[in-house]
């Protein structure tokens, strides 16, 4: 395919392909470079697009590095351009490639091109009216200030003549002044409407009408560079893409109560960056971040917007979900858990969270974990057997397979896949047929595993649990303890540290000093008491096997009805009393939840199996669950 005659002296001649959308010129890119890749930042290809006779200076837009990083766009290669912007430099054109084909490698340059723009041929291209304005880049806009701060025309004044003003005069220095829009069209300052689609690193003036679709809480931060608040918001416009937005300290009392989930908006005077996939899973590769002096105005809503868009996978295609992924999921809400707290690892901070069950068409349950106040509020929004989209869950592999968080819930939305799923599970769902759940396994906390979900202690060798998964397996079954060890030196316990804020919250181990005192390496105390935490080994059964388990502090004072390590340390030299606090938990069943891992202990590998929850048998459910699966086989 030959090259484009003349192409380079007209394509320099365009703002971009909204001039003439007829013209996708072929190319020669007679060298790429890799620019940037410094502190973090996403790196950048510069190309020179050749037509045989002239070249240019171009860049490829970020969604193309693939292309270089795969090798299917190298030196030499031979482009159709179907989308482009010519932004101008320092007084010099510079293509910019949105979207391109690769047609081949003849592997040679063609011709003997020259620089169009040392030919004189090149002038800086001028926007006819009503076209649209060319960008110009962030990073080099023009020195020339306008006549007044806010880019407005001054009027003339014809017995005066003010002199030229310093643009660098603090006069005209905009880090207080909004830059206020004024115009028709729709739009500020007459500016035509930006499809989110088309936005992109080298645009600083355009306008986004869209519908806010989720907004999170405020958030705050405090490091070493200072501390403040942000929020974000998810926006939603008429070419079905989203794109998130963040606002920052003094936005954040501005716009917070403005911004309302459902509401259309015409925003503008925000930055554009390239999204941070970490923590954005909108589908725009670029984001949005919104100051004090930005212009946001509720318009109203004329029904080209969406009020919202799904995604939707179904429960039964999570097993193949790539884990990190975020999906939406449209289900019926079968089980509301009780709210939680836990501390964070990480941080120490007390987080609240609550689990739901839910389950679609498919005949398959997962467990969903929301934190924060989606977690405490959960009875409230939700109750059993409500229809409700998801939007962006977590998927996880923590007990299984499970999702986390979710940036909007949406009760039975109005689209057809809710009336479908409402269909089936009032003539199906509801009838309690055959189930399988994703998260049986589920981790510690959240809602034990059903009657049908449990496994039994042989299930443990029989399935290989805790060799396959780094985090280790879950599993819930009916046991009892048949031996508790009792005897270790000191007493069935650890010291712990007495201090009860944090770090320690009384869970971190201290050490006594020659001096009496405790010592704690975590929060660096020194105290003349210390308390005490349940830690023992022992077995368990049922009818199939025998294992040994792990009690915790937590699980320990369920299985001795309440009673700390403290009381029973009090009666430590008293033989029988201490002995009768085992005695009396010696064959007792409970219902178990267990972790089972593979650790290397001693440079030998050692599967243990900790318990994380134990529930009482109640003993007339029991009895009521298992004449429902008998009376399955009757049917």
Not at 503 to 528: E, L, S
Not at 589 to 618: A, S, Y
């Given at each position: 395919m030959s090259l484009t005659t003349g192409g380079i002296r007209k394509i320099i001649s365009m703002s971009s392909t909204s001039t003439d959308a007829a013209f996708q010129p072929v190319f020669q890119l007679i060298s790429i470079k890799a620019v940037g890749n410094s502190n973090g930042v996403r790196r950048r290809f510069r190309a020179v697009l050749s037509d045989g006779t002239h070249f240019v200076q171009g860049m490829l837009a970020t969604q193309l590095n693939h292309m270089v990083e795969s090798q299917e766009l190298q030196n030499n290669s031979l482009v159709s351009v179907s989308d482009f912007m010519n932004n101008s430099i320092q007084g010099r054109n510079v293509i910019i490639l949105l979207k391109i084909s690769v047609l081949g490698n003849p592997g040679e340059r063609i011709g003997a091109p020259s620089d169009i723009e040392k030919a004189g041929a090149a002038q800086p291209s001028s926007v006819p009216s009503g076209a649209a304005v060319k960008a110009a880049p962030m990073y080099n806009r023009t020195n020339t200030p306008p006549n007044n701060a806010y880019g407005r025309t001054k009027p003339s004044d014809s017995s005066s003549q003010s002199p030229p003003k310093n643009p660098y005069s603090p006069a005209l220095n905009r880090t207080s002044a909004p830059i206020v829009h004024q115009g028709v069209s729709g739009s500020p300052g007459g500016n035509p409407i930006?499809?989110?689609?088309?936005?992109?690193?080298?645009?600083?003036?355009?306008?986004?009408?869209?519908?806010?679709?989720?907004?999170?809480?405020?958030?705050?931060?405090?490091?070493?560079?200072?501390?403040?608040?942000?929020?974000?918001?998810?926006?939603?416009?008429?070419?079905?893409?989203?794109?998130?937005?963040?606002?920052?300290?003094?936005?954040?009392?501005?716009?917070?109560?403005?911004?309302?989930?459902?509401?259309?908006?015409?925003?503008?005077?925000?930055?554009?960056?390239?999204?941070?996939l970490q923590y954005n899973t909108c589908k725009s590769q670029f984001e949005l971040n919104f100051d004090q002096n930005s212009e946001i105005c509720l318009v109203d809503d004329d029904g080209d917007i969406q009020t919202q868009t799904f995604d939707l996978v179904k429960i039964a295609d999570l097993e193949q979900a790539e884990v990190g992924r975020n999906v939406d999921v449209l289900a019926v809400v079968q089980d509301i858990g009780d709210v939680q707290s836990l501390t964070s690892k990480k941080t120490g901070r007390e987080l609240q969270k609550c689990d739901l069950t839910l389950i679609d068409d498919t005949g398959v349950q997962v467990r969903l974990t929301l934190w924060g106040n989606q977690a405490t509020s959960a009875k409230v929004d939700f109750h059993p057997h409500q229809i409700v989209a998801f939007r962006k869950a977590r998927v996880g592999d923590f007990g299984g397979t499970s999702l986390s968080g979710t940036s909007g819930v949406f009760v039975e939305p109005k689209i057809p896949e809710t009336g479908n799923l409402k269909h089936w599970w009032e003539t199906q769902g509801s009838k309690g047929g055959a189930v399988k759940s994703l998260s049986n396994t589920s981790g510690s906390g959240g809602k034990m595993?059903?009657?049908?979900?449990?496994?039994?202690?042989?299930?443990?060798?029989?399935?290989?649990?805790?060799?396959?998964?780094e985090k280790g397996d879950y599993l819930s079954f009916k046991a009892h303890f048949s031996f508790i060890k009792k005897d270790k030196e000191g007493g069935a316990w650890y010291t712990?540290?007495?201090?009860?804020?944090?770090?320690?919250?009384?869970?971190?181990?201290?050490?006594?000093?020659?001096?009496?005192?405790?010592?704690?390496?975590?929060c660096q105390g020194t105290y003349p008491e210390c308390t005490r935490k349940w830690i023992f080994s022992g077995t368990v059964a049922d009818d199939t096997a025998s294992t040994w388990v792990s009690v915790f502090d937590d699980q320990a004072m369920t299985l001795f009805g309440g009673a700390t390590a403290d009381e029973a340390h009090a009666q430590y030299d008293n033989q029988d009393i201490y002995d009768s606090y085992f005695a009396k938990a010696m064959h007792t069943e409970w219902i178990l939840k267990c972790k089972v891992k593979n650790e290397i202990v001693n440079d030998e590998p050692r599967l243990k199996t900790q318990v994380v929850r134990m529930d009482p048998v109640d003993y007339a459910t029991e009895c009521r669950d298992l004449l429902t699966e008998i009376n399955k086989f009757r049917m």
């Amino acid at each position: 395919m030959s090259l484009t005659t003349g192409g380079i002296r007209k394509i320099i001649s365009m703002s971009s392909t909204s001039t003439d959308a007829a013209f996708q010129p072929v190319f020669q890119l007679i060298s790429i470079k890799a620019v940037g890749n410094s502190n973090g930042v996403r790196r950048r290809f510069r190309a020179v697009l050749s037509d045989g006779t002239h070249f240019v200076q171009g860049m490829l837009a970020t969604q193309l590095n693939h292309m270089v990083e795969s090798q299917e766009l190298q030196n030499n290669s031979l482009v159709s351009v179907s989308d482009f912007m010519n932004n101008s430099i320092q007084g010099r054109n510079v293509i910019i490639l949105l979207k391109i084909s690769v047609l081949g490698n003849p592997g040679e340059r063609i011709g003997a091109p020259s620089d169009i723009e040392k030919a004189g041929a090149a002038q800086p291209s001028s926007v006819p009216s009503g076209a649209a304005v060319k960008a110009a880049p962030m990073y080099n806009r023009t020195n020339t200030p306008p006549n007044n701060a806010y880019g407005r025309t001054k009027p003339s004044d014809s017995s005066s003549q003010s002199p030229p003003k310093n643009p660098y005069s603090p006069a005209l220095n905009r880090t207080s002044a909004p830059i206020v829009h004024q115009g028709v069209s729709g739009s500020p300052g007459g500016n035509p409407i930006t499809l989110i689609s088309q936005l992109n690193m080298y645009q600083n003036r355009w306008v986004v009408k869209a519908r806010v679709v989720s907004k999170s809480e405020i958030k705050t931060w405090s490091n070493a560079r200072g501390e403040g608040s942000l929020f974000s918001i998810e926006l939603l416009d008429g070419s079905g893409m989203d794109i998130k937005a963040t606002f920052f300290k003094e936005a954040v009392d501005k716009f917070f109560n403005l911004v309302q989930v459902g509401q259309v908006y015409r925003l503008s005077g925000g930055r554009i960056k390239v999204a941070n996939l970490q923590y954005n899973t909108c589908k725009s590769q670029f984001e949005l971040n919104f100051d004090q002096n930005s212009e946001i105005c509720l318009v109203d809503d004329d029904g080209d917007i969406q009020t919202q868009t799904f995604d939707l996978v179904k429960i039964a295609d999570l097993e193949q979900a790539e884990v990190g992924r975020n999906v939406d999921v449209l289900a019926v809400v079968q089980d509301i858990g009780d709210v939680q707290s836990l501390t964070s690892k990480k941080t120490g901070r007390e987080l609240q969270k609550c689990d739901l069950t839910l389950i679609d068409d498919t005949g398959v349950q997962v467990r969903l974990t929301l934190w924060g106040n989606q977690a405490t509020s959960a009875k409230v929004d939700f109750h059993p057997h409500q229809i409700v989209a998801f939007r962006k869950a977590r998927v996880g592999d923590f007990g299984g397979t499970s999702l986390s968080g979710t940036s909007g819930v949406f009760v039975e939305p109005k689209i057809p896949e809710t009336g479908n799923l409402k269909h089936w599970w009032e003539t199906q769902g509801s009838k309690g047929g055959a189930v399988k759940s994703l998260s049986n396994t589920s981790g510690s906390g959240g809602k034990m595993a059903s009657f049908t979900e449990r496994k039994s202690i042989a299930d443990i060798k029989n399935e290989n649990l805790g060799y396959n998964n780094e985090k280790g397996d879950y599993l819930s079954f009916k046991a009892h303890f048949s031996f508790i060890k009792k005897d270790k030196e000191g007493g069935a316990w650890y010291t712990a540290c007495p201090n009860k804020e944090e770090p320690c919250r009384n869970r971190c181990k201290v050490t006594q000093t020659t001096d009496g005192n405790w010592q704690c390496d975590r929060c660096q105390g020194t105290y003349p008491e210390c308390t005490r935490k349940w830690i023992f080994s022992g077995t368990v059964a049922d009818d199939t096997a025998s294992t040994w388990v792990s009690v915790f502090d937590d699980q320990a004072m369920t299985l001795f009805g309440g009673a700390t390590a403290d009381e029973a340390h009090a009666q430590y030299d008293n033989q029988d009393i201490y002995d009768s606090y085992f005695a009396k938990a010696m064959h007792t069943e409970w219902i178990l939840k267990c972790k089972v891992k593979n650790e290397i202990v001693n440079d030998e590998p050692r599967l243990k199996t900790q318990v994380v929850r134990m529930d009482p048998v109640d003993y007339a459910t029991e009895c009521r669950d298992l004449l429902t699966e008998i009376n399955k086989f009757r049917m």
